[in-house]
């Protein structure tokens, strides 16, 4: 009697569970698309989305368009350029020559490029790797020499343009995201493999992983599948993008991929086909500064939290397309957002968070709203010192905040309430609280990040 109770409870609570896990997915796909829908027009014309559950894709779906003047619709198989993704290509194929004993993550640059000059400190690869080196972002470069500008370059004359600029700090005391470094990894694979960055993440990473829609770039070639890509630079129209060279980007953005290819390259880091288990988790460990604080960035992703779990992710913005991606390691759940439109604002990055928080089961915050003197009070000039400044200003019943410091890409976003005083942005997790300042009758600004205060601003 035992037995055929037990085998008629299993007979009813299979299909019932079946059918609660079919009425979630349910939910999840009409949240999803919802969601998509109302958002999309302040990304891009167009955008895929693909969402993945414990290794099992549960939602991928294009929408839009993504040829305007034809009103083409959006495809689901389409390729982007994937912009600052390439950054953890080029990092695993650096992981993998450490691996090989070819490089050591210790060793400094001009073991590999002789030419490059001593700067007072050693800079090592992990610094590359990390952004921690210091060394000045060659897409910003202040001061350059005119005579090493070029429509096209080689990496040898790329790394040229920026080596005799002087480090912003010391190598290890902190990050600062720059270009440059990932540049210098692309250099280096070249150097100690002897072939091409192109031919060794072919050989190396694409073919071993199954991508067969990833690419690197090439000035006019014609890719099929790949989806145009717009801007819109008064924010109102979009317009065709100017592209950028392929060879300005190189080993820092070189690369187009589709959904897909990026959830067959997650899985392959995750199943050891390209690095070791143990040399991926220290890729997805944040950097230990010499101050003995945590960085957000580890090799090649960022470790951030969203709504107390951990993400690793990384996003890519260059002419005319923008990119997100995110995995939360505790609840399994990979997300890859892909998106044919540039324009100077958060709003790539504010999407896949919210998509992310959706799949991992998670509410999305609700808006408090506070009155228009209650936020008025808070306008004004916040300096922390001669470099950064916080300018907030309120517009259409909602406060704004922008950085003066250009590196911190804060520019127009809006805050959002948590209570009267403390507020916060969707694209960082970054806390925003307005105190009174003891010294005067005016207000100080408190900036928060994910390991607790970060800085006093004061009007």
């Known amino acids: 009697m035992k037995n055929y109770l037990f085998t008629l409870l299993i007979f009813f609570l299979i299909p019932l569970n079946s059918t609660a896990q079919s009425q979630q997915d349910t939910s999840l796909t009409r949240k999803l698309d919802e969601l998509i829908k ?29 040829d305007l003047p034809s009103k083409k619709p959006m495809r689901a198989d389409m390729i982007f350029r994937i912009g600052s993704m390439t950054k953890q290509y080029t990092a695993i194929a650096t992981l993998q020559l450490v691996e090989l004993g070819k490089i050591s993550l210790q060793d400094t640059i001009q073991k590999y490029v002789k030419e490059f000059p001593y ?49 912003n700090f010391t190598p290890g005391s902190k990050f600062e995201y720059s270009n440059s470094n990932f540049y210098l990894l692309g250099y280096i694979i070249e150097l100690v493999t002897g072939q ?25 070639e014609n890719v099929p599948n790949l989806t145009p890509g717009y801007s819109r ?31 067959k390259w997650h899985q392959a880091l995750s199943a050891g086909k390209l690095i070791s288990t143990q040399m991926l988790k220290k890729a997805y460990t944040p950097f230990r500064l010499a101050d003995g604080s945590l960085s957000e960035y580890a090799y090649g992703w ?18 005319g397309y923008q990119t997100d991606e995110i995995y939360l390691p505790q609840e399994d759940v990979f997300i890859v957002a892909l998106f044919n439109g540039f324009e100077y604002d958060m709003d790539f990055i504010m999407l896949p968070n919210d998509i992310a928080r959706l799949a991992a089961g998670k509410p999305l915050r609700p808006e408090l ?31 704004f905040v922008d950085d003066t410091y250009q590196k911190d890409n ?26 009174p300042d003891p010294s005067s009758k005016k207000f100080m600004l408190v900036t928060y990040n994910a390991h607790g205060k970060d800085a006093e601003w004061k009007q």
């Open 233 to 263: 630079p008064d924010g109102k129209n979009w317009e065709p993008a100017e592209l950028q060279d392929p060879t300005v980007m190189y080993a820092t953005g070189g690369l187009m991929s589709n959904v897909d290819d990026l959830f």
């Open 119 to 167: 700067k007072g400190y050693p800079i090592k690869i992990e610094n590359f790797l990390t952004q921690t080196s210091g060394i000045q972002d060659y897409m910003t470069l202040q001061n350059h020499d005119p005579a090493k500008e070029r429509d096209e370059y080689t990496p040898a004359q790329g790394v040229d343009y920026f080596k005799d600029a002087p480090l």
């Open 38 to 66: 109302q958002r999309l027009p302040s990304v891009g014309p167009g955008c895929v989305v693909l969402v993945a559950k414990k290794g099992q894709i549960i939602y991928k779906k294009a929408f839009g368009l993504s």
């Open 369 to 399: 709203k506070l009155t228009d003197d209650s936020l008025k009070q808070y306008t004004g000039t916040y300096t922390y010192n001669s470099e950064h400044q916080m300018v907030v200003t309120f517009k259409n019943h909602q406060l």
């Open 302 to 319: 960022f470790i951030r939290d969203l709504d107390g779990s951990t993400t690793i992710e990384h996003s890519g913005s260059t002419d």
């Open 196 to 220: 091409s960055y192109e031919s060794y993440i072919k050989e190396h990473l694409l073919k071993p992983a199954g991508l067969e829609h990833t690419y690197y770039l090439h000035k006019g």
């Open 410 to 435: 804060l520019h127009a976003i809006k805050l959002y309430a948590k209570n009267n005083n403390r507020f916060y942005i969707k694209e960082a997790p970054i806390d925003f609280e307005f105190v």
